[in-house]
Nanobody, 121 residues
Framework: QVQLVESGGGLVQPGGSLRLSCAAS????????MGWYRQAPGKQRELVAS???????NYEVSVKGRFTISRDSAKNTVYLQMNSLKPEDTAVYYC???????????????WGQGTQVTVSS
């Protein structure tokens, strides 16, 4: 069984900062890619940022220069530092990981339960 648990969401004023964390636990052989997605009311879920096991990163255009993704492979944890937050960043943020549970297992995608981020004055 694999679990991804997010933390760090909340209410913040425009221009403020938040740091999200996501820890993967359970039977894990290797994690290849970890990422953050978000879904605002009435909109599709979209990729915010991702990071590979080698450290390569990818960002959605609207968050470049404001958000930074990082990971601690020893802790199976990924972080999302969000600065200069805007009301349009308001959404439920989901952690995602592409991983193998065992050496012989296929890669699979796993999701966290989501954490609410609200940017409002």
């Amino acid at each position: 069984q694999v679990q991804l648990v997010e933390s760090g969401g909340g209410l913040v004023q425009p221009g403020g900062s938040l740091r999200l964390s996501c820890a993967a636990s359970g039977s894990i052989f290797s994690i290849y890619v970890m990422g953050w997605y978000r879904q605002a009311p009435g909109k599709q879920r979209e990729l915010v940022a991702s990071i590979t096991s080698g450290g390569s990163t990818n960002y959605e255009v609207s968050v470049k220069g404001r958000f930074t993704i990082s990971r601690d492979s020893a802790k199976n944890t990924v972080y999302l530092q969000m600065n200069s937050l805007k009301p349009e960043d308001t959404a439920v943020y989901y952690c995602n990981a592409e991983l193998q549970r065992t050496y012989t297992d296929y890669r699979g995608l796993y999701w966290g339960q989501g954490t609410q981020v609200t940017v409002s004055s």
